[in-house]
């Protein structure tokens, strides 16, 4: 069986240990820390997120999803896997930061499943943009939108590199969030 995408999870960790320590000791202009941690889910992919808010303008978010596509039509039995990192500017918000609009370009890695059905490590640029509401206690909720150019490194039957299609043709699927801030 092919056991790359243990290599992955390698990556996912080891930029979860050198970044998550700067955003958790960073402190805002108001003087708190805010992160927040949770799940995501698409019928693109589900899997765990996490946010860091530096101030009111601009946060960072990190993913790991596995990716669905093709696994809830029952096309494919076998998941990929995809990490995003996003830098998100919050353009416009409403009720003193409750309800905030945001978008904002990011970089995506993964071994995920494109339009012809098979799996293969893929890397390059992302975007997203999305609606968040601030709930009681600490709960955020968003909607977003990602779209992902990448190039897929596939090695089915031969060598081969396409553009990753199912990044960009499949942006229309939204994410959900749903996170508890700290």
């Known amino acids: 069986m092919y056991r790359k995408p243990g ?3 390698r990556l996912w960790a080891l930029t979860v240990v050198l970044l998550l320590p ?3 000791l960073a402190v805002s202009p108001a ?3 805010s992160f927040a941690l949770g799940g995501i889910q698409s019928p693109r992919g589900a899997g765990l997120s996490a946010e860091f808010v530096r101030d009111a303008s601009s946060f960072r978010s990190l993913a790991l999803t596995a990716d669905l596509i093709d696994i809830l039509d029952g096309q494919a039995s076998t998941p990929g896997i995809k990490l995003t990192y996003h830098f998100n500017l919050v353009m416009k918000d409403w009720c003193e930061g409750k309800y ?3 978008a904002g370009p990011g970089l995506m890695a993964g071994y995920v499943r494109d339009l012809d059905h098979h799996l293969g490590f893929a890397g390059g640029v992302s975007g997203d943009a999305g609606f968040r509401a601030l709930c009681l206690k600490g709960i955020s909720v968003s909607v977003e939108w990602q779209a992902d150019f990448a190039l897929q490194f596939k090695n ?3 060598p081969d590199i396409s553009l990753y299609g ?3 043709t499949r942006s229309y699927l939204p994410y959900v969030r749903i996170q508890y801030r700290f």
Do not use: N
């Open 7 to 9: 290599l992955l999870l």
């Open 100 to 102: 905030a609009f945001y």
């Open 22 to 24: 700067q955003e958790l």
């Open 31 to 33: 003087g708190r820390r």
């Open 166 to 168: 199912a990044g960009y």
């Open 156 to 158: 089915r039957y031969r």
